[in-house]
Nanobody, 118 residues
Framework: QVQLVESGGGLVQPGGSLRLSCAAS????????MGWYRQAPGEQREFVAG???????NYADSVKGRLIISRDAAKKTVYLQMNSLKPEDTAVYYC????????????WGQGTQVTVSS
């Protein structure tokens, strides 16, 4: 069982920045693709950014150039650096871990709220 704990959410003005963190209970980066998803009120959960076991990254078109995913294996932590935030980025952000060899092993964090508003 893998536990993921997100932190770093909050209220920020448009154009501002936040950094989200996702701490894993064990070092899983070599076996899991890590990702960030978000869910706005009344909307479906959507993919935001992902990083593979090899370190390759990909992003949703809506966040390219503004959000950056990274990881620190020593700290067992994945980050989402969020820059130039817009009101439409307001959502609950979830950390995800997907086993690359067995998709049935998938874990989610509890989510952290990000609100972009003046």
């Amino acid at each position: 069982q893998v536990q993921l704990v997100e932190s770093g959410g909050g209220l920020v003005q448009p154009g501002g920045s936040l950094r989200l963190s996702c701490a894993a209970s064990t070092n899983i980066f070599s076996l899991y693709r890590m990702g960030w998803y978000r869910q706005a009120p009344g909307e479906q959960r959507e993919f935001v950014a992902g990083i593979t076991s090899g370190g390759s990254t990909n992003y949703a078109d809506s966040v390219k150039g503004r959000l950056i995913i990274s990881r620190d294996a020593a700290k067992k932590t994945v980050y989402l650096q969020m820059n130039s935030l817009k009101p439409e980025d307001t959502a609950v952000y979830y950390c995800n871990a997907l086993n690359i060899m067995a998709a049935r092993y998938e874990y989610w964090g509890q989510g952290t709220q990000v609100t972009v508003s003046s």
